[in-house]
């Protein structure tokens, strides 16, 4: 089982950089793939960008290819997202989540969701 806490949300201008962390607490957190998801205000949860157990393979939404970085560092049991070239439509609560399921971009096949953290981007 994993406990997830992101932190690393705020306010960044367009254009701006922010890194947002995932940390889990958890001794089976390498043995995960994780992801990360976003909600903008009145629509549904949607996909963002995952990445497998050991960091080699990456996914990403079409809207944030060549802007958003997903990482991992299994030693600290951490996955981060950076964000570049912010956008104000990148504005969202931030998730991150284990991927249990085969289905890299489907929200139902995660599990052990976070709490969420805030990005909001000004134009």
């Known amino acids: 089982q994993l406990q997830l806490v992101e932190s690393g949300g705020g306010l960044v201008q367009a254009g701006g950089s922010l890194t947002l962390s995932c940390a889990a607490s958890?001794?089976?957190?390498?043995?995960?793939?994780m992801g990360w998801f976003r909600q903008a205000p009145g629509k549904e949860r949607a996909f963002v960008a995952a990445i497998n157990y050991n960091g080699v393979n990456t996914y990403y939404t079409d809207s944030v290819k060549g802007r958003f970085t997903i990482s991992r560092d299994n030693a600290k049991k951490t996955v981060y997202l950076q964000i570049n070239s912010a956008k104000p439509e990148d504005t969202a609560v931030y998730y991150c989540?284990?991927?249990?399921?085969?289905?890299?971009?489907?929200?139902?096949?995660?599990?052990?969701w976070g709490q969420g953290t805030q990005v909001t981007v000004s134009s």
């Open positions: 958890g001794r089976t957190f390498s043995s995960y793939p």
């Open positions: 989540a284990a991927l249990i399921g085969r289905d890299w971009y489907k929200e139902t096949e995660y599990k052990y």
